[in-house]
């Protein structure tokens, strides 16, 4: 969808935490989007929305709030849990956003930490 010269985009992203706690998961929450938005030059109001999920072994925060933190405070925020398959990798949260941006960018992903290893298939996304 192309309107007022601009495209949807969705962009992935996820990052490791080092502990389930609040603090953990906030600030590797706030990094991986810091991140997203500079490589990806976003503007706050080019956002669409964000949809966070996390690994069951974190539960200590929700995802959302790292963003909300940020200033984000008009963006849809989203958080739900990802499936625990078997041998998974633990304490991951991932990223989905929806943005505006011109139809000749393509989206930048993001994979920070031990999320690296996700996907190493995605050229430029670590």
């Not at 992203?13 to 810091?34: F, K, P």
């Not at 625990?84 to 990223?95: D, F, H, N, T």
């Not at 960018?105 to 690296?116: K, T």
Request: aromatic residues 4%; proline residues 6%; negative net charge.
């Amino acid at each position: 969808m192309v309107a007022h010269g601009k495209k949807v985009w969705a962009l992935r992203g996820a990052i490791s935490v080092e502990r389930n706690d609040a603090q953990s998961i906030l600030s590797a929450t706030a990094e991986l989007l810091r991140a997203v938005i500079a490589r990806n030059n976003l503007d706050r109001e080019d956002l669409i929305s964000c949809i966070f999920t996390v690994t069951e072994d974190l539960d200590a925060a929700f995802p959302a709030q790292a963003a909300r933190e940020l200033g984000l405070t008009a963006v849809p925020l989203l958080c739900a849990r990802e499936i625990p398959v078997p041998g998974s990798a633990p304490r991951i949260v991932r990223l989905l956003l929806h943005y505006y941006g011109p139809p000749e960018v393509q989206p930048q992903h993001v994979y920070l930490g031990e999320a690296r290893a996700l996907r190493e298939d995605l050229a430029g996304a670590q």
